[in-house]
């Protein structure tokens, strides 16, 4: 009894909202269907071509609508209906009514949760799906890919039927016209090559995304790997290829080749530099820095990997060099074997350089550089990046907080931005005390710039400031 006293209310108060939203309608009824009845035009054929989890219950609604106007797309929506008795009578006009492009429904279907209009589609796969023209077969790459990834079709009929046929049509395919397809359906075209003729393995090293080189790999051990491969995985751009080629032989406990390590202790990448140099000296008994150090031009430079102290003149000779990646290493190497002969540098010309050679510096300026030296480097480290300002600060903060402080004040004051707000109220929240003396100057230098930014009247300005001004007491 209750719960039926509590549905009469439910309606009241529904029936009570429809009329302050609609006072034109006499009828509940009628108003509640002018808000759920749907359009006809919510639905198309291209909206519902890609989107294969929709599903839908506006077949009967919509059925007086589009039954003589468009049925197709009347059909289209009832093969996404939530009713398998109207699935599978759409699927059955669809079928029997075909359209270059209903084959997208049609595929859809084979993972329909119902077997006899799973049925349906897979005898319509296995009997049409050859026919197809190739371009039909392209526009629908996102669908068959999702298909393939349905555990429930994993060894259907009619998904073995798509892959054999689409190996027949890949067999004749040029390279610029296989290229021109999405990096995924290549992915996939690529794994079932593999399993089959490997027919495609030939552009596998040639595909611009890391990730489907790396098939290479697939399922092979290092004997499967043709002096070709190999020539062209020890040249590619992409470290994962690279580094992969060496993991698999460990992985097969098999010992890589003494050729293979010494080329990759040469390699670019730092980390498989050290790979190659561990295996080196754990099969071979083979040191690297003794390679590097017999060798000239460059490459000599990579005695930097080491950071030896007795180095450092090999370091600074580094630094003059013409290749970024070696005064990149060897100011590296400088920085951990003696960090003060950074001071020796051009510290203002290094930190223009690059956003890695400024990282290595500024672990580093707070230790070697006084406070005044530092705040003469203010419009360098403004100029080389959009967040200077705030590196700046930041290190301005390791050596004084007051420092800190009054530079944050003076630059809100001349130059406000969200962004250094931001930077700047996190410091002051966080800092739980302070334990050091404030100057008399820089109090009333900070008292004074506070005065001028207290001008805008911002009440988040306003907080920052009285946070500050309530730490100045007790310093």
Known sequence: MARKEFGVNQFCMFKKLLNIFFPGQSSTTSSTQTILQPQADEFSIAGLRDDFEKRTWNYDRLKSTLDQDDPRLLNWIGSVDRSGYIREKSLRYLISNYIPGDENRI????????????????????????SLPWQSILEN??????LSRREKLAGDPAMQEINRVLLAKFASIDRESFFALK??????????????????????LEDPEPSNRLLIFWNSGPGQITDNERARIIKDKAIAVRRRY??????????????DLKIFAFDPN????????????KYYGINVYDLYHAKEG????????????????????GLKSSCRRTRLICLQALSIADYHELAKLNIPVLLSENRKTRAILCQFIPRLLT????????????????????????????KSHWAFVESAVTEMKSDFSESLFLFVDSIIRTRVAVYEKLPVELRASIIRNAALLME????????????IEFSMKNA
């Open 270 to 281: 730092r980390g498989l530099r050290e790979l190659a140099g561990f295996y080196l000296k």
């Open 141 to 146: 790459d996102c669908l068959i890919l999702f």
């Open 246 to 259: 060496i993991s698999l032989q460990i992985r097969d406990n098999s010992t890589p080749s003494q050729l």
């Open 371 to 398: 406070l005044e030296e530092l705040e003469k480097l203010r419009d360098v480290f403004r100029k080389t990046s959009p967040n200077g300002l705030i590196t700046y600060l930041r290190l301005i903060h390791q």
């Open 298 to 317: 460059e490459e000599f430079y990579y005695i930097a990997d080491f950071a030896r102290k007795e180095d450092i003149d090999y370091y600074l000779q």
């Open 183 to 204: 990096t995924g359906f290549r992915r996939y075209m690529y794994l079932l090559s593999l399993r089959n003729d490997q027919h495609l393995r030939k552009w596998l």
């Open 107 to 130: 595929l859809l279907r084979l993972e329909d949760w119902v077997p006899q209009v799973q049925k349906l589609a897979r005898e319509w796969v296995l009997k049409s799906f050859e």
């Open 456 to 467: 805008c009247r911002n009440p988040r300005i306003s907080e920052l400031l009285s946070r």
